[in-house]
Each structure stands twice: as structure tokens, then as C-alpha cells.
């Protein structure tokens, strides 16, 4: 097969009568086949972009730009913030993301409302910002920018609180940071880090971290002054234990270490008793310790795709705890002390070796969303028609066996289920 020239392509283009920018394109330096410039069409980052251009001549057609508050620049194939948007004097949010700018000039400093600026996905360089001294700029995304070093303009945004630096070539969390006092959370996950013999004291009015896919082999005890956290994640790393400096973050509310090597809890662990969300998914912890109930206030708590074969009774002295998820363990039973979480919404058990619905979870009234799927279980009781507030339930991939005669209410209920609303799957049983 011939491949089309550029004298064909301009031939074909006088005898289609379309304009030679409709129908030229460069795809990897060579002139595109007009298959190929369909193809490109159809891309659904093509897509954003021809959304982006209706945006921006939407934008451009507002009369009184003094009322905009928030402008979405996003997948534009921007190299430069366009002069226009400087006309619109009292703009407070500024999203940039997905462009290919390399340098924010001096003229930004006329967008003195600013309090947010992202430049998300964007080509900035470590030395790339113009901009002065500011004091309304509160949070700053410069993630996925190929940055090794933190932009020496970040340390003049006074009131900065949040700034995500997620996804860069940082190897430490750039000290320079401690001149922006007011900042609370950081992001600088998808970075290679090795933060052991950092000084992070004058960092300590972080409230939230964020440090998943970081390469971590382990929580390095310099992490341990910071003691205001309230939200800490250190998701898709390599850590194999938990150490007893943890009881440290006194403060802590939200605790992610999903997807790493954990195979115990300590006991220094439960120190964190203003604990309302914990996150152990995937990891290879076989027995959860009775001193779980020292979470008084944890609201969610994910166990799943562990090794999990028993639970304490003490799971059920958490009275605030409204969705728990053991999914993908060894479980063949759970406690009857849960009849005691009077606020549950969510139990999913789904992916364990339950040969029967256990008992205990026809107390919980309270459930919306119940998963029983990929078990052994054999039939579905009676009293489950009862759940008024039940939005789903799942039983999927169980040896159900229709002629049992605890099944003759199956169909009924679950008929009464969709009528109701509920999402059931199976929906029928045939």
C-alpha cells in the first residue's frame, strides 16, 4: 500500500474544498492519513479539547467579567495563560490544568483575588514562576510538572494551606516549605523519597500527609514530630511494620496504609484514639487484636484482601462505627458482639468461606449496602424482606439451591426488594 505524499494529500484536500487546516496534521513529525487524523479525532483528549475551546469563546463572550469568580482553562493546549483572562479582575479560582505551559509571567499578579491556582499536568520548570509576594493564594497544584525542586516563589504565598506536589522527581520534602507557616496539607505522593535524617519540626502545623507511592520501606521516625496530624496516607509502599513511634500522632484521624507488608498490629497502635477512619486494605495481617475497641470513635474501618480468619468480640464495641469491610479474607464466622453496631450502613463480607448468613447481621436494621457474594452459602433467610433501608444487596456466586425448602420465600423477597428500590443481584432467580 502507497503511502500518501504531501502533493496527494494537498490534491485531495483542492478536490474535498477544505481548508488545508482542516485537513493537514502532523502526527510524530510526519503528515498524518486522513485515517489517521480520524483517529486522532476521536481521541478523547481530543474530545476535552474541543470542549475546552467552547469554554474559552464562552468565556471570552461574558459581558461582566467582574462577577467570575472561576475560570476552567483545562485541556486548552495552552503554552501561556491567554491575555484575556486578566480582564476578569475579581477571578478567585484559576484551573490550568492539562496544558503544556512552561512559565507563569509577572502579569498574574493581576489576578490579586486569586486564592486558587492549578497548574496540574503543565510543563513549569523549577524556576518558571513570576510571581511576587502573595497573600490570597491559599492552594496551589503543581503536580505531574516534572519538578525536582520546589519553585523559590512557593515559599512567598503567606497563606498558603494546601499544595500538592504529587507526582514530580522529588527524592525529600523540600525544607523550603517551612517558610510557608499557615500550610496544613501536603501532597507529595508518586515521588521517590528518602526522608530518613530529614528535619520536619518546622513543618509541624501539617494536619494532613500524603505519601502513597513513595517507594517507603518503612515510617521513618523523623515523621514522628509531626504531631498535628490529623490525616495520614502512605498507600502502595513497601512497608512491612508498623512502628511504636506511630503513637505519636495523637491527633490522627484518617489512617491509610492500604496495599504494603503489614502482617500485626502493634499495641502502640491503639494510642490513636481519635481514629475515625482506618484503612489496612491489602496487606497480611491474620488476626485483629482485641484492643480495637480502644477506636471509641472510628466511623470506617477497612480489613479487606488480608489474610483475616477471626475477629474479636471487642469489633463490637465501636459505637460510631457506620461501614466496616472484611471482604477477601478467611472468615468463616463474625462476632455476635456486632449486633451492638446500632449505626452500621455498610458490612461487606463478600469473598470469605461463610457457609450461612450469620445470625448476628439480621440485627443490623440499619445496613444499606450488604454484600454476601462469592461465599458458600446455601440460603438466604426470611427476615431479610424486612430490611426497609437495604439500597443494596448482593449474593451473587453462592451454591443458592431454589428447592431448599428455606429459599421458598426467595423470590417473593426479593420481588418486594426491587419494588422497594433495592439493587439485588441476582435480581431473579430462575
Not at 522527581?169 to 523540600?174: A, K, V
Not at 509541624?204 to 523523623?222: A, C, H, Q, V
Not at 497502635?269 to 481514629?275: A, D, E, S, V
Not at 468461606?353 to 457474594?373: G, T
Request: net charge positive; aromatic share 8%; charged share 25%.
Amino acid at each position: 500500500m502507497l503511502k500518501p505524499t504531501l502533493l496527494t494529500i494537498l490534491i485531495f484536500l483542492l478536490a474535498s474544498s477544505q481548508s488545508l487546516a482542516q485537513i493537514l496534521h502532523i502526527v510524530n513529525g510526519k503528515i498524518a492519513t486522513r485515517q489517521q487524523v480520524d483517529s486522532l479525532l476521536n481521541t478523547n483528549e481530543h474530545k476535552l479539547y474541543l470542549q475546552a475551546v467552547e469554554r474559552f469563546e464562552a468565556y471570552q463572550r461574558i459581558n461582566n467579567k467582574d462577577s467570575v469568580l472561576l475560570l476552567n482553562l483545562s485541556n486548552g493546549r495552552l503554552k501561556e495563560i491567554p491575555e484575556w483572562v486578566y480582564r476578569f479582575k475579581n477571578l478567585k479560582s484559576l484551573n490550568l490544568a492539562h496544558n503544556n505551559i512552561e512559565k507563569i509571567g509577572r502579569q498574574i499578579k493581576k489576578l490579586d483575588s486569586l486564592t486558587i491556582l492549578n497548574l496540574s499536568n503543565n510543563q513549569i520548570g523549577n524556576r518558571k514562576l513570576k510571581i511576587k509576594r502573595n497573600k490570597n493564594i491559599k492552594s496551589v497544584f503543581l503536580n505531574d510538572n516534572n519538578l525536582s525542586s520546589l519553585p523559590r516563589q512557593v515559599r512567598k504565598f503567606k497563606n498558603l494551606t494546601d499544595l500538592n506536589l504529587r507526582k514530580n522527581h522529588f527524592t525529600e520534602i523540600p525544607l523550603y516549605l517551612k517558610k510557608n507557616k499557615k500550610l496544613e496539607v501536603l501532597n507529595i505522593s508518586e515521588n521517590c523519597l528518602i526522608i530518613d535524617n530529614q528535619n520536619f519540626k518546622k513543618l509541624s502545623g501539617l494536619t494532613t500527609l500524603r505519601l502513597n507511592k513513595t517507594d517507603l520501606n518503612y515510617i521513618p521516625e523523623s515523621l514522628f514530630t509531626l504531631n498535628n496530624l490529623k490525616e495520614l496516607q502512605l498507600n502502595h509502599n513497601n512497608i512491612k511494620a508498623i512502628p511504636d513511634g506511630i503513637n505519636h500522632f495523637k491527633k490522627l484521624e484518617l489512617f491509610s496504609i492500604y496495599e504494603n507488608q503489614i502482617k500485626e498490629i502493634p499495641d502502640a497502635f491503639f494510642n490513636l484514639t481519635n481514629l475515625k477512619q482506618l484503612d489496612i486494605y491489602y496487606n497480611d495481617i491474620e488476626v485483629l487484636p482485641k484492643q480495637i475497641k480502644a477506636f471509641e470513635k472510628l466511623e470506617i474501618l477497612y480489613l479487606s484482601n488480608n489474610k483475616i480468619y477471626s475477629l474479636p468480640e471487642e469489633l463490637g464495641d465501636l459505637p460510631n462505627l457506620k461501614r466496616l469491610y472484611l471482604h477477601h479474607n478467611r472468615l468463616t464466622n463474625i462476632p455476635a458482639s456486632l449486633a451492638s453496631l446500632n449505626q452500621l450502613e455498610v458490612l461487606r463480607i463478600n469473598n470469605n468461606y461463610f457457609a450461612e448468613v450469620p445470625a448476628v447481621i439480621l440485627n443490623l436494621k440499619m445496613l444499606k449496602n450488604l454484600d454476601l457474594s462469592d461465599n458458600k452459602i446455601e440460603f438466604i433467610p426470611l427476615e431479610f424482606k424486612d430490611f426497609e433501608r437495604l439500597e443494596l444487596f448482593y449474593f451473587q456466586n453462592n451454591p443458592i439451591k431454589i428447592d431448599n425448602p428455606n429459599n421458598e420465600h426467595l423470590k417473593e423477597t426479593l420481588s418486594k426488594m426491587n419494588k422497594r428500590g433495592t439493587v439485588v443481584n441476582p435480581s431473579t432467580l430462575e
